[in-house]
């Protein structure tokens, strides 16, 4: 309903302005943009890395949560995480149906998955990995993950 | 009313909302109103062709249908609604306005005062920008009406001015050469005054002035925009009242802290409501850009017109 306003207004808000080590790669219409992000500290594990997020909206977006993956390219790999899986689906509470509040918006997400990766020292991908991705068909939004774990 | 007509009205309305789904709007039109002589006093057979007509662009149509049918059902929330986007397609964005107002009046005091709230709030920004935009033309035409009558004025002086110097000379009490460059220098001082003058009222036209930014406390920060009818959460926060309520629907805790929050636990934010209108009107124009491409009509008033 007002999702291509809201939108168009971060854009704009973004514009010149955003954090160190995020940067809008694709945003030219209100349905799917593209992001990369970086970290900016020298956590080893992330070291002179990008990574690329795609970001796909509904038309109730803010009110309903953007789904957010991390996808792969030639040279933007899956970063190693315990809740990213290797397909690049990311289980984050502020993502999830219920953790999701509409003052949340691209800058935040990009800010929060910095914050996530920053403080990661585990080169581990979440546990049931390998079935996960063979196996899911589930679109991320509609995965009900247990958010059982606070320590990373 | 003989027996039965109320079935039959009722059976072509049905028919006629079939065609109004399917994007038929003159047959539906054609229905309901079959449907209004069987049965003339049905408020919502009123509604129905009025949302039909709304469709086919006939505006007095519309109008003339949203009356009778408020004239049935005082609290009619959709005739209001389609009322006031008649009046605003026939340019009287006051009377607008009032439709549009009474409708998200109507809307917040019933049960599910949702998506439809929202789509009130944008309907009423909509009429205010248009209202805006009649007062800027008078504006700009009284001004340039203003700036033409001072030039004339300036101009006649000068003309009696140069009448006056020329007389002196043919009466032999001024030389010619002397005249003349009198009357040069008047001359370029009219020149400078019109320039002055006009110079004056470009700088005072707003369009040289900065936009201002609007200040953040005003903006909803769901949406962004700024706020129409705030209310304020436990936590002090305030949001615009239709886009806090959608997101309570699905998930009822504060945006902020996610403590538990109850669409009831709402309050209206009164002083920040006025600072919004102030600012608005001092402001306007520019503050809601609400171009009529931005939003996708058919599905932005879709939920409004389940027929």
Not at chain 1, 41 to 46: A, G, Q, R
């Amino acid at each position: 309903m007002f999702a291509s306003k809201r939108l168009q207004k971060e854009l704009s808000k973004m514009q010149g302005k955003l954090p160190p080590g995020i940067e809008v790669v694709k945003a030219e219409d209100f349905s799917e943009w593209l992001m990369d992000i970086k970290v900016v500290d020298s956590n080893p594990l992330y070291a002179g890395e990008t990574y690329r997020l795609k970001f796909a909206f509904s038309s109730n977006y803010p009110i309903e949560a953007p789904e957010v993956v991390f996808v792969q390219t030639t040279d933007r790999p899956i970063p190693w995480h315990p809740h990213i899986y290797s397909n690049g689906i990311i289980c984050l509470d502020l993502l999830d149906r219920q953790g999701w509040s509409p003052v949340h918006n691209v800058e935040s997400i990009c800010v929060s998955l910095q914050s996530m990766l920053t403080s990661n020292t585990k080169k581990e991908r979440p546990p049931g990995d390998e079935n996960f991705v063979r196996y899911n068909t589930q679109r991320p939004r509609d995965i009900s993950f247990v958010f059982h774990d606070n320590q990373v | 009313m003989p027996p039965g007509n109320e079935y039959a009205a009722e059976q072509l309305k049905n028919q006629g909302n079939v065609h109004f789904k399917n994007g038929e709007y003159e047959q539906a039109e054609a229905l309901y109103s079959q449907a209004i002589q069987k049965n003339s006093k049905n408020p919502l057979l009123f509604t129905n062709r009025a949302n039909a007509r709304l469709k086919l662009e006939k505006w007095d149509g519309v109008i003339d249908d949203c009356l009778r049918s408020i004239e049935l059902m005082k609290d009619n929330m959709k005739a209001y609604f389609y009322l006031a986007q008649a009046q605003l397609s026939v340019h009287h964005p006051n009377e607008a306005l009032t439709s549009a107002l009474t409708a998200y009046e109507l809307c917040t005091k019933t049960a599910q005062q949702t998506s439809n709230a929202a789509t009130l709030t944008a309907l009423v920004l909509k009429c205010k920008k248009a209202k805006w935009d009649i007062r800027e033309r008078d504006r700009i035409r009284r001004r340039a009406d203003l700036l033409a009558e001072l030039e004339q004025k300036l101009e006649l002086d000068y003309k009696s001015t140069i009448d006056g110097i020329e007389e002196s000379v043919e009466k032999g009490e001024k030389g010619r050469i002397e005249g003349q460059e009198e009357k040069q220098e008047r001359k370029l001082e009219w020149e400078k005054k019109v320039n002055d003058l006009r110079t004056a009222f470009a700088l005072s036209d707003p369009e040289h002035l900065q936009k201002r930014e609007v200040p953040d406390y005003l903006v909803d920060g769901i949406t962004f925009e700024i706020m129409h009818d705030p209310v304020v959460t436990r936590n002090g926060r305030s949001y615009e009242r239709a886009t806090l309520i959608e997101h309570l629907k699905r998930s009822p805790t504060d945006p902020l802290t996610r403590e538990p929050l109850m669409i009831d636990q709402l309050r209206p934010n009164i002083a920040l409501k006025e600072a919004c209108t102030e600012f608005m009107e001092q402001n306007s124009g520019w503050v809601y850009d609400c171009e009529d491409g931005e939003n996708d009509h058919d599905t932005r008033w879709a939920h409004l017109s389940s027929v």
